[in-house]
């Protein structure tokens, strides 16, 4: 893998990593580690969430939380944050099973945007008090091109996704004169283990790489290196974007 540089300013930094157990959750964690950063990852893996803290510990603490029940997050970040507060958060968390239209209820599509969209918000409300006491902030929402492109069989998916990039403009809005930058992160296909075991075909490798220009698949630590620079201070002109990490899908 690519050797990471180094931002000085995010050592000692506490930062709050959603669906930290697992494929770009996970590498996130380890990059915002290899700064030297604390990181408390929440998720609803127990099994991976222990393993990774293990692995990392001191600097990285797993929480356990079923992120789909907001009343649940506001306590787990205020029982974790360390210092009593976070200075960085990363919304990552999601659940990309495939759905067909006619078989979704509204149960499942209330389902479908709990584990999707509604906890970057109610994350975000968690951080932001202590962020704007201290004057700075940075957030980071995981959206997808899966919306852009069109995604077929996963219309709530696809909905969390757009909202995500509408969300992450108005908390910029919003927040930019507390001094707390809000960006959104759009990855393309991502070689995680669970797309690996789930999806991924040679066809469907032949069909991605056709649509990238680059020729190489997108691993979790090229996500992670870009969240990690956007987090740091060389980004502290950067809110309010969108940024693509898709190898130049069309
Ligand atoms: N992998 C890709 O190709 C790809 C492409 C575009 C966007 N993304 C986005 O990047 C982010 C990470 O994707 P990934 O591929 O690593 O996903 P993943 O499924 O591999 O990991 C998601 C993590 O979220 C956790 N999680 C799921 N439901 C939860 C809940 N209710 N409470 C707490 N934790 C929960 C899972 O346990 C897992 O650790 C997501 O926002 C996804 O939409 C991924």
Not at 103 to 115: E, N
Not at 224 to 248: E, F, K, P
Request: with cysteine; aromatic share 8%; glycine share 6%.
């Amino acid at each position: 893998m690519t050797q990471q540089p180094i931002f000085p300013d995010l050592a000692g930094k506490d930062v709050a990593v959603t669906g930290g157990a697992s494929g770009i959750g996970a590498a996130i964690v380890r990059a915002f580690c290899a700064q030297n950063a604390r990181v408390s990852f929440f998720d609803i893996n127990e099994t991976a969430g222990q393993a990774l803290e293990q692995d990392l510990s001191p600097l990285a603490q797993f929480v356990p939380l079923d992120l789909s029940h907001p009343e649940m997050i506001a306590p787990a970040f205020d029982a974790a944050a360390r210092d009593g507060a976070f200075d960085i958060l990363i919304n990552n968390a999601a659940h990309d099973d495939r759905h067909r239209i006619e078989d979704v209820s509204p149960q499942y599509w209330r389902d479908r945007l709990a584990v999707n969209l509604d906890h970057h918000f109610f994350c975000a409300q968690a951080v932001i008090p202590a962020m704007r006491q201290a004057g700075r902030g940075v957030i980071i929402n995981m959206g997808s091109i899966a919306w852009r492109v069109g995604l077929d069989d996963a219309p709530a998916y696809v909905t969390a996704k757009a909202a995500i990039e509408g969300l992450s403009h108005g908390l910029a809005r919003s927040l930019g004169r507390h001094g707390i930058r809000v960006n959104c992160v759009l990855p393309g296909f991502v070689r995680t283990q669970r797309q690996v075991e789930k999806w991924v075909t040679p066809e469907f490798e032949a069909e991605v790489l056709s649509r990238q220009c680059l020729q190489d698949f997108i691993q979790p630590e090229d996500v992670a290196a870009v969240v990690v620079m956007l987090a740091s201070d060389s980004a502290r002109a950067v809110t309010n974007q969108t940024v693509i990490v898709d190898a130049g899908w069309s």
